[in-house]
């Protein structure tokens, strides 16, 4: 198959999934996305620990099957309405048509408001218990531009443990890790305020995932440093200084070196006698990689990374 006929035919794959997917009204992977773009289940409101006004919803849709029974079963079931899906408590506390104290939820005639009433008419569904979502992609993943200003739009794609496709640009949410450089609004459109490198975080149902985005730093051309490669890490740090124009630092100071490295390998600064050793000796790559390998092998980088992973693991000691 050529290349424009895969991308056709994903094409006529996307479409065919999202019109089975208008067509189900499963409840994880259908309604609880519409709650979460809507701010229903966050911190601050449902999703609270002891919910919000009497209704409580899991973090950010978390437990799809404790929400749905939240929505359907508590309270003898009178947040939901099949006979007259718009009348229900549900639907018209989101919609502001009663006092809500999140205010207006849900846009009167959007898509959905549409999927709620329909879902709500159908007798308010789990759906298939299988059913999830089972990825995230986003695209443009990794993209440099080159003009300050600059605005582009997200798309991203779910992709279904059935093995469905569907674009879920509308629903997704979008977080900038730096407004000073990329701004995202929450239909995801990215505009790029200054130059630079950050990320854009994507979530949608329970999945995460980031998009790259960068201004270079100048608009001159990169400089080849005068230093050469030494290992795959520097290949790499390379390629990103050459795609950003951003000029590689000096090489660092004996002193500077054996500081950071001493920091980063032991969690703590190099004694008075190393210094003086260290630095008594002439400089060369030898001495450093002599250095490095030393400090791998000391029981101060056992004790110190340690510690790191057993913090980063939750690791708790089981007292006898």
């Not at 089975?20 to 609270?48: S, Y």
């Not at 059913?131 to 582009?152: D, F, K, M």
């Not at 995801?188 to 960068?214: E, P």
């Amino acid at each position: 198959m050529t290349r424009s006929g895969g991308a056709l035919h994903l094409m006529m794959l996307l479409a065919a999934c999202q019109a089975i997917a208008e067509e189900r009204l499963d409840f994880a992977t259908r309604i609880l996305p519409i709650l979460t773009k809507a701010g229903c289940n966050t911190g601050a409101c449902h999703g609270a620990a002891i919910g919000q006004g009497g209704l409580r919803l899991s973090l950010l849709g978390y437990d799809p099957a404790a929400d749905h029974a939240s929505l359907t079963r508590e309270l003898g079931g009178r947040r939901i309405d099949v006979e007259s899906p718009a009348g229900s408590l549900f639907f018209r506390k989101g919609s502001g048509e009663l006092d809500h104290e999140g205010g207006r939820r849900i846009k009167r005639g959007s898509a959905a408001e549409r999927v709620l009433l329909q879902w709500i008419a159908a007798g308010a569904p789990f759906g298939a218990a299988d059913l999830r979502v089972a990825r995230i992609e986003v695209e443009p993943a990794n993209v440099l531009v080159e003009t300050v200003g600059t605005s582009l739009p997200l798309r991203v794609i779910a992709e279904l443990s059935d093995g469905c496709r569907e674009d879920v640009t509308a629903l997704a949410l979008y977080a900038s890790n730096d407004d000073a450089i990329a701004e995202v609004d929450k239909a995801g459109n990215v505009t790029l305020r200054d130059r630079g490198v950050t990320s854009i975080m994507v979530r949608y149902s329970g999945q995460a995932v980031a998009a790259r985005v960068a201004v270079p730093f100048t608009d001159s051309q990169f400089d080849e440093p005068g230093f050469a490669p030494r290992s795959f890490i520097d290949r790499l740090l390379l390629d990103e200084l050459r795609r950003l124009r951003l000029p590689p630092s000096e090489l660092s100071s004996d002193a500077e070196f054996l500081r950071r490295a001493t920091l980063d390998l032991t969690g703590r600064l190099p004694g008075p006698e190393q210094v003086a050793r260290f630095l008594a000796a002439p400089p060369s790559p030898a001495k450093r990689e002599a250095l490095l390998a030393s400090l791998l092998a000391s029981e101060d980088f056992s004790e110190y990374w340690t510690m790191l992973f057993r913090d980063w693991l939750l690791v708790r000691g089981a007292r006898g």
